[in-house]
Structure formats: structure tokens, C-alpha cells
């Protein structure tokens, strides 16, 4: 019987992180170059003496959706969505190099490029500051020019260029930051055939109607889990009673 509850109650506490990874992403589905997480469960077994005939359900997240989500042309001459493979890097809080398909760039008071979520984006030397001026303008390539201050629309400065990267995803693994990195903690080389599209943001990958089936499905089989467990209470105090008629 404690096989049943066992099983039960591990069913029940992967079907809640399940509905933790896909309530994750839904709240994701608008954010700007968020890459959905894939769900998977698996039945791992119990190891020890005895024990390799128990076997408890696991449920993980064994990687990431990089299926472009859709192109949105915005105006802004700060937003850039990179077309196809490739990434934008940034500065992680821990001072490292990650990397990031959210392009909604801003800058700081102090003329520091930022993304939306306020990584610093960087270019040829590290994190790219710039000086004030009138325009900017942001080339496919990632070349950043600016008007300075005062001088004609024709006069164009080039101040920096934004690394844009394209590692194998297959090496690459999401941290709770949301932000990318090479498994092997090294720095990807910058990749000239990486394109942007000024004035334009990559939305979500998330399927919102796909996300809210499996917080569904997830549910129903959380109540399963835990019918299963009443069932096996019934049972257990049905035997007790047959035992106790017979002394």
C-alpha cells in the first residue's frame, strides 16, 4: 500500500512543478524574445538495497524552444530583432557574457546601452556607452553610428558595434535570469553573417492556447494523483478493519 501512496504523492508534486514550468512560460508570452521551456517527465527509479523495484515519477526541463517567435515592427531606432540564428550579448549580472534575443534596447542616463530588462549590450570593447548626439543609428551588422551633437544630418561618427553571436544552440543552457550561456562557460566568437532588423522587436515563442491545454491537462492529473492517494487511504482502512475481525 505505501507503494501506491508513494507513487501517488510523487505523481502529484511533479504534476505542480509542471504547473509552475508552464504558468512560466505563459506569463513569458509577451515578453519580448523569451524562448519557451519544454516539459518532459520521465520514471526514475529508487536506488538501494530493495529499492531498484520502486520507481517515482520525475518531471524536468530538458531544454529550450529556439523556434523564432514572430517580427514586430515597432520604429523605434533602438529596437532590433535579429533575423534568424543568432544572439545578442550582454553583460549577466555576475559580470559574464550571455546572450539574449530581446532587442528593445534603451539607453541609460549616463548614454549606457541597455536592454528592456537593463543588461548592458556589448560591442567591440565591452559594454557599449555613448556619447550624446542627435541620431542613431543602428546598421544590420550591428554597427552603431551616431549625428554628434551640432553637426549636419550628413555627418555620421562610428562609434562601436554590437556582438551579435550565433553559437550552436545545442550548447547553449537558459539560467533563471533568462539569459544564455555556452555550457562550457567560454565566450562565443562574434559572427559577422548575423543580421538585425533595425526598428523591429522579436516577440515570444510561447503558444499561449498550447501553454493553457497543458495547465489544464496538468491539473486533471494532479486530481488523479490525488484520487489515487484517497483511493489507497480506503483501501488501507478496509484492510485493518478485515484484521481486526479476525482476532
Known amino acids: ?7 501517488a504523492m510523487s505523481a502529484a508534486q511533479q504534476m505542480m512543478n509542471g504547473q509552475a514550468l508552464a504558468s512560466h512560460n505563459l506569463a513569458n508570452a509577451n515578453t519580448v524574445g523569451f524562448k519557451a521551456d519544454f516539459e518532459a517527465a520521465r520514471a526514475m527509479p529508487v536506488y538501494g538495497n530493495g529499492m531498484p523495484t520502486r520507481a517515482y515519477a520525475m518531471l524536468e526541463r530538458p531544454g529550450t524552444s529556439f523556434a ?19 544572439f545578442i550579448a550582454v553583460q549577466a549580472p555576475d559580470g559574464s557574457e550571455a546572450y539574449t ?9 549616463n548614454g549606457q546601452l541597455l536592454t528592456g530588462a537593463g543588461r548592458p549590450v556589448l560591442g567591440n570593447g565591452g ?4 556619447p550624446q548626439s542627435e541620431t542613431i543609428t543602428i546598421g544590420v551588422d550591428g554597427t552603431i553610428s551616431i549625428r554628434p551633437v551640432g553637426q549636419e544630418a550628413s555627418t555620421l561618427a562610428q562609434v562601436d558595434r554590437i556582438k551579435l553571436v550565433n553559437p550552436d544552440v545545442k550548447q547553449l543552457r537558459k539560467g533563471a535570469d533568462g539569459l544564455f550561456r555556452l555550457a562550457d562557460q567560454s565566450n562565443a566568437p562574434p559572427d559577422a553573417a548575423v543580421r538585425i532588423t533595425r526598428g523591429a522587436l522579436e516577440r515570444s515563442n510561447v503558444n499561449s492556447v498550447n501553454e493553457m491545454v497543458q495547465l489544464i491537462t496538468n491539473s ?28
Open 127 to 130: 559594454p557599449i556607452a555613448l
Open 1 to 7: 500500500m505505501d507503494r501506491m501512496i508513494y507513487l
Open 220 to 247: 486533471r492529473q494532479y486530481d488523479m494523483a490525488i484520487k489515487a492517494m484517497s483511493t489507497a487511504q480506503q483501501i488501507d482502512t478496509a484492510g485493518a478493519k478485515l484484521l481486526s475481525l479476525g482476532n
Open 101 to 109: 534575443r530581446a532587442g528593445d534596447l534603451q539607453l541609460n542616463v
Open 68 to 86: 523564432p517567435g514572430s517580427i514586430e515592427t515597432t520604429g523605434n531606432d533602438l529596437d532590433i530583432a535579429v533575423n534568424g540564428d543568432g
